[in-house]
């Protein structure tokens, strides 16, 4: 959508609850530039507009199928993150051998935001899980 009020609107969700690091780190401007380039797929699952989701996606759902996952799964999110806990926690209840681990001062990209905090979890998680 071209409308600069919209694309306004766009930028403040993506610093709210994508990244709230500020500037943006260089390697996520560089994939945001890079995704754009070709939004094909993008659009195709999601929708032209990033508030509305009319693509192929709009009614699928894992939800139902998510006792199937047998081994360990790490389900994880950010305080601030665009996946609220309303979202996550059918995840963390359905998958048999789920933990949740939330980042208190991030948004969806943890890994960026709390670096330490985000590797030392995925690696404890990662030395704890037989393989």
């Known amino acids: 959508m071209?409308?600069?009020?919209y694309q306004r609107a766009g930028a403040l969700f993506d610093k709210r609850h994508m990244c709230v690091v500020d500037p943006l780190p260089k390697s996520l401007q560089a994939a945001f530039v890079e995704a754009r380039k070709d939004?094909?797929?993008?659009?195709?699952?999601?929708?032209?507009?990033?508030?509305e989701n009319n693509g192929s996606l709009?009614?699928?759902s894992i939800i139902e199928n998510l006792?199937?996952?047998?081994?360990?799964?790490l389900v994880l999110n950010g305080r601030y993150d665009s996946m609220v806990d309303k979202t996550v926690k059918p995840f963390f209840w359905r998958i048999p051998q789920a933990k949740?681990?939330?980042?208190?001062e991030s948004s969806h990209t943890a890994y960026v935001e709390e670096p330490d905090r985000f590797f030392e979890v995925v690696g404890r998680f990662l030395e704890l899980t037989p393989i």
């Open 67 to 73: 006792y199937r996952i047998e081994v360990p799964t």
């Open 39 to 51: 939004t094909t797929v993008n659009h195709s699952m999601n929708g032209q507009r990033k508030f």
């Open 2 to 5: 071209d409308d600069p009020e």
């Open 100 to 104: 949740w681990v939330q980042f208190a």
């Open 58 to 60: 709009k009614d699928y």
